[in-house]
């Protein structure tokens, strides 16, 4: 059977992170994730996932989630879960990731 590149016979991920990586033109009235941050707190956490050997999920960019002015906002999947990144939040992220409860504290709460 062939394997990927991480050595995997099977696709697929446990969980997949999408992180909006949009960017708008300066001065746009919505923002955008990109200008809040929202690849370093990607990186930051994948790169915090892998330490832990966490090698069932993927983190990754997205392309516009739509919701920039509350960003820098998340995906996670198969769940379907929306979620509000910071540099405070990524250790709970981290905790869900590993299998941990839900970080329901940075929900989106889209109103």
Known sequence: MALDAKGRSETGYRMHVFVCGHERPAGSARGCCME???????????????????????????????????????VIYPQGEWYKLSEQSLPSFLDYLKGGNAPIEHKMLLE
């Open 36 to 74: 809040k941050g929202s690849l370093d707190l990607m990186r930051e956490l994948k790169m915090m996932a892998k330490d832990a050997g966490i090698d069932d999920i993927r983190v990754q960019k997205s392309g516009c989630l739509d919701f920039c002015e509350n960003g820098p906002s998340c």
